[in-house]
Nanobody, 126 residues
Framework: VQLVESGGGSVQAGGSLRLSCVAS????????MGWFRQAPGKMREGVAS?????????FYADSVKGRFSISQDNAKNTVYLQMNSLKPEDTAMYYC???????????????????WGQGTQVTVSS
């Protein structure tokens, strides 16, 4: 599975961005798609995930609940991350990831995801 992210950029605090992740290859084995982020000097953390074969159930990190929304367009093999009310602390490189098992979706742990994109930078200024 190959993953390509897009949609990153620079915005002011309070603004919005929508990230996209297009999957190609053997996508039929994908059970869960997720978004992760990594800020300079910090560990990569899970942001949101969505069950691909489980009715589209979504999961979010506490830090983004109510502000971020993950969704999928199966016809386009694309997963989106809508980010609203952005804060400077949301500044990070954002990565799309895929897991073969939907059972791993709820915990959004890096170790449970098998395939990764190259990332797209999000910068939020105050």
């Amino acid at each position: 599975v190959q993953l390509v992210e897009s949609g990153g950029g620079s915005v002011q605090a309070g603004g919005s961005l929508r990230l996209s992740c297009v999957a190609s290859g053997h996508t039929g084995n994908t059970g869960c798609m997720g978004w992760f982020r990594q800020a300079p000097g910090k560990m990569r953390e899970g942001v949101a995930s969505i069950e691909i074969d489980g009715g589209g159930t979504t999961f979010y990190a506490d830090s983004v609940k109510g502000r971020f929304s993950i969704s999928q367009d199966n016809a386009k093999n694309t997963v989106y991350l809508q980010m609203n009310s952005l804060k400077p602390e949301d500044t990070a490189m954002y990565y799309c990831a895929a897991s073969v098992w939907s059972a791993w979706c709820s915990t959004i742990r890096q170790v449970d995801f098998n395939y990764w994109g190259q990332g797209t930078q999000v910068t939020v200024s105050s």
